[in-house]
């Protein structure tokens, strides 16, 4: 069961009006070994969606973007990335990828806006592993074992609790992908020493 690790970055926070403009993302085997990176900036489809706010956080501007790929020809990029990283068939369809990111269903719905708006066929299921779930689940389990929690369950707040930190103050798709890959691998790795008490 492959985990594919996702960050978009957007002109703006409605998904269907605003568009995607960059995709960060990592696959990542059962044991939550990296298999493949992958990176593109995206030119957006309705550039008077851009908002002046969106770019104060990705730090992306319409210039940044002259030279980038159509949202058409970046999603045929991402999925032939997926599938050559899976040796997959470019017919097959990829039902068993599990999605992952932090507050995921928001990448899916602006992933899921622009495949229907390109008529272009979802290829995954609905499968999705939600970093910030998982958070309200550990931070629980911290609390029981008197330690420590992070402040929020912002990707920031779980990062810096693991001593993980971005390199610049604004947001990058795949640098996110990969800070959230690492808070996964991070719980995942608690998850295996967690014993529970057996029914006597």
């Given at each position: 069961?492959?985990?594919?690790?996702l960050?978009?970055?957007?002109?703006g926070?409605?998904?269907?009006?605003?568009?995607?403009i960059?995709i960060?993302?990592?696959?990542?085997?059962?044991?939550?070994?990296v298999?493949?990176?992958?990176?593109?900036?995206?030119?957006?489809?309705?550039?008077e969606?851009?908002?002046?706010?969106?770019?104060k956080?990705?730090?992306?501007?319409?210039?940044?973007?002259?030279?980038a790929?159509?949202?058409y020809d970046?999603?045929?990029?991402?999925?032939?990335?997926?599938?050559?990283?899976?040796?997959r068939?470019?017919?097959?369809?990829?039902?068993d990828v599990v999605i992952?990111?932090?507050?995921?269903?928001?990448?899916?719905?602006?992933?899921?806006?622009?495949y229907?708006d390109l008529?272009?066929?979802?290829?995954?299921?609905?499968?999705?592993?939600?970093?910030?779930s998982?958070?309200v689940?550990?931070?629980?389990?911290?609390?029981?074992n008197?330690m420590?929690?992070?402040?929020?369950?912002?990707?920031?707040?779980?990062?810096?609790?693991f001593?993980?930190?971005?390199?610049?103050?604004?947001h990058?798709?795949?640098e996110d992908?990969?800070i959230?890959?690492?808070?996964?691998?991070?719980?995942?790795?608690?998850a295996?020493?967690?014993?529970?008490p057996?029914?006597?």
């Amino acid at each position: 069961m492959p985990y594919l690790i996702l960050d978009l970055e957007m002109s703006g926070q409605e998904a269907g009006y605003h568009d995607i403009i960059q995709i960060g993302a990592l696959l990542a085997d059962n044991d939550w070994k990296v298999l493949s990176k992958f990176e593109t900036l995206v030119y957006p489809d309705n550039e008077e969606t851009f908002s002046s706010y969106s770019e104060k956080v990705h730090g992306i501007s319409l210039e940044d973007l002259e030279d980038a790929p159509s949202s058409y020809d970046a999603l045929e990029d991402f999925e032939t990335w997926i599938r050559k990283t899976l040796r997959r068939d470019s017919h097959e369809r990829l039902h068993d990828v599990v999605i992952c990111g932090q507050s995921v269903i928001n990448d899916i719905n602006f992933l899921k806006a622009t495949y229907d708006d390109l008529n272009i066929d979802w290829p995954f299921s609905f499968k999705l592993v939600d970093l910030m779930s998982i958070s309200v689940l550990m931070f629980q389990v911290f609390e029981n074992n008197k330690m420590a929690t992070p402040k929020s369950y912002s990707l920031k707040s779980v990062a810096d609790y693991f001593g993980i930190y971005r390199k610049d103050t604004t947001h990058n798709a795949l640098e996110d992908a990969d800070i959230t890959y690492q808070c996964f691998k991070k719980y995942f790795e608690l998850a295996k020493q967690a014993k529970l008490p057996t029914n006597s």
